[in-house]
C-alpha cells in the first residue's frame, strides 16, 4: 500500500523561511514524479512544483510566483522529496500538498494534479506577523 505523508508545516513571519518534506513509501518513484501543491482557503488547489527523472537526473518546476524563493529537491535514490520556502509571503499560506506519480509525466502534465495517483494529506503553512 503507496503511502505519502508531508511534515514541516507551521507559522512563520512574512520574510522567513521554512522547509517542508514529504515521504512516500509502499513502491519506488525514483524515475517518477513528484509534485508540491497547494490550496489557499476558498481557492482552487494549484501547482507550486515538480521534480521529474530525466534521464541523467532530474529536472524541476515552478510556477512563476515563487521562481527564485521555492526549491524543490530530491534524496538520491530515495522517495524523499523537499520544498524548500524562502522569503514567504502571506499569500504562500495555503495547505500544502505531495504528490506522486510513478512515471515520468511530461512538463503539462506535471503541472495538473489530475494525473498524480497518489496524495498526502497536506501540511498547513501559514505566513503572518
Known amino acids: 500500500q503507496v503511502q505519502v505523508e508531508e511534515s514541516g508545516g507551521g507559522l512563520v513571519q512574512p520574510g522567513g523561511s521554512l522547509r517542508i518534506s514529504c515521504v512516500a513509501s509502499?513502491?519506488?518513484?525514483?524515475?517518477?514524479?513528484m509534485g508540491w501543491f497547494r490550496q489557499a482557503p476558498g481557492k482552487e488547489r494549484e501547482f507550486v512544483a515538480a521534480i521529474r527523472w530525466s534521464g541523467g537526473g532530474y529536472s524541476t518546476h515552478y510556477r512563476d510566483a515563487v521562481k527564485g524563493r521555492f526549491t524543490m529537491s530530491r534524496d538520491k535514490g530515495e522517495n524523499t522529496v523537499y520544498l524548500q520556502m524562502n522569503n514567504l509571503k502571506s499569500e504562500d499560506t495555503a495547505v500544502y500538498y505531495c504528490?506522486?506519480?510513478?512515471?515520468?509525466?511530461?512538463?503539462?502534465?506535471?503541472?495538473?494534479?489530475?494525473?498524480?495517483?497518489?496524495w498526502g494529506q497536506g501540511t498547513q503553512v501559514t505566513v503572518s506577523s
Open positions: 504528490a506522486a506519480h510513478s512515471s515520468r509525466l511530461i512538463l503539462s502534465s506535471a503541472w495538473n494534479g489530475d494525473y498524480y495517483d497518489y
Open positions: 509502499g513502491r519506488t518513484f525514483s524515475s517518477g514524479t
